[in-house]
């Protein structure tokens, strides 16, 4: 259990570090321009209960498992900074219960319901990733033609 509390709190730590040189203030290096605000959907705390499966994570009786898919880049575009760190932090958390399931799974030596789940977390996440760096790419293009009309 300990080196998937370490594996979790590795990925969380880049999480941050991959989010925040988007986030900075350029005028004020070291300042993060994120406002500090909850950004979490859980009704309650529930502690480790949030990275176990819900009712709607396992398969019913008929041995069904409903996914959606993953988000396409051009729907996060079209989304702020604020709702894609939400995104990325929903998908986070989502990520952990898929991996706590997954190492239960094989602990038990058991197939894991829906696999193919994480690879859409993991497809999304990267589109976010994305999505951040053409943001940053524009604002670099942007920046020195800007500099050069002053």
């Known amino acids: ?9 590795s990925i969380a730590l880049n999480t941050v570090n991959q989010l ?3 986030a900075r203030n350029r005028s004020c290096p ?4 994120v406002q500090q605000r909850s950004i979490s959907c859980s009704l309650s705390c529930q502690g480790l209960k949030e990275f176990l499966p819900q009712k709607g994570d396992l398969p019913d009786e008929d041995g069904k498992l409903i996914i959606g898919r993953s988000w396409r880049a051009s729907e ?4 702020s900074f604020e709702d894609l760190l939400k995104l990325w932090y929903v998908l986070l958390k989502e990520k952990n219960m898929l991996l706590t399931l ?5 602990r038990q030596r ?3 319901p829906g696999p193919e789940r994480l690879i859409k977390v993991n497809k999304s996440m990267a589109r976010i990733r994305h ?3 053409e943001r940053e790419t524009a604002r670099e293009k942007i920046r020195p033609a800007s500099k050069k009309s002053n």
């Open 76 to 79: 996060l575009r079209v989304k």
């Open 30 to 33: 070291g300042i993060v321009a």
């Open 20 to 22: 925040v040189p988007f």
């Open 110 to 112: 058991v197939p894991m």
């Open 131 to 133: 999505v951040l760096r």
């Open 1 to 9: 259990m300990s080196t998937l509390l370490r594996r979790i709190r």
């Open 102 to 106: 997954q190492h239960e799974a094989r």
